[in-house]
């Protein structure tokens, strides 16, 4: 069974900074694809960029970016220019090509301080 | 903008008491989801549908229902609720298609059994 890792239980970070968010995963397959998601409190998830597996440049999304190494098996995010409302539970999913089962990790939650 | 709504954001039920959450969507996908949320643990899969009256275990099908009589609205039903059941529920839907389909997610319903 795939299985996807968020090492970081809480991280935290300076307004204006950079933080990089960790996402290991476990699989089998070559072809898949890989996302972040972002939770706000009290409010509801939201995509934040997505990674196709065959691509090998990595997805930036505005202040967003992955840095997907497939050898590795790793898919971390980064936030640039870190905003108060980037403040929430971010959670990095896999699934499966032409597969509708997606796998979550744990999550992280990112305190951002002003 | 997609919208998916569920029908209950706080709900305190009574062990043994039984259970409906309501799950509404208006973008005519084909998919929806259940999945549980509980802290250090992500999100887990319950059950989804891929049609009208279709379904299929995900991860943690005990203990659970699912009712899908219409394309727009699919029911998480919990037959007789126990205190291990208290928890926040997330619906989800997406498209068919297949590609780097998003999941589209509600706000959450957050259960208490008592």
């Known amino acids: 069974a795939q299985t996807v890792t968020q090492s970081q239980p809480e991280m935290s970070v300076q307004e204006a900074e950079t933080v990089t968010l960790s996402c290991t995963y476990d699989t089998s397959e070559s072809d898949y694809y890989l996302f972040w998601y972002k939770q706000p409190p009290s409010r509801q998830m939201i995509l934040v960029i997505r990674?196709?597996?065959?691509?090998?440049q990595n997805a930036t999304e505005n202040r967003f970016s992955v840095n997907f190494q497939k050898a590795a098996k790793s898919f971390s995010l980064k936030i640039s220019d870190s905003q108060l409302g980037d403040a929430a539970m971010y959670f990095c999913a896999y699934r499966r090509l032409y597969n509708n089962d997606m796998r979550f990790g744990a999550g992280t939650r990112l305190t951002v301080k002003p | 903008d997609v919208k998916v709504t569920q029908s209950s954001r706080y709900l305190v039920k009574r062990t043994g008491e039984k259970v409906f959450l309501e799950c509404v969507q208006d973008?005519?996908?084909?998919?929806m989801f259940w999945y549980r949320q509980d802290p250090g643990l992500g999100l887990r899969l319950i059950y989804f549908?891929?049609?009208?009256?279709?379904?299929e275990k995900g991860d943690i099908p005990e203990g659970y229902s699912v009712s899908r009589e219409k394309k727009e609205r699919f029911s998480l039903i919990l037959e007789s609720a126990s205190t291990n059941q208290t928890s926040m529920y997330l619906c989800?839907?997406?498209?068919?298609?297949?590609?780097?389909?998003?999941?589209?997610f509600g706000e959450g319903s957050r259960l208490t059994v008592l």
């Open positions: 990674q196709e597996a065959y691509k090998q």
């Open positions: 549908s891929y049609d009208v009256k279709m379904k």
């Open positions: 973008m005519d996908h084909e998919n």
């Open positions: 989800a839907s997406k498209w068919q298609t297949p590609g780097t389909g998003e999941l589209f």
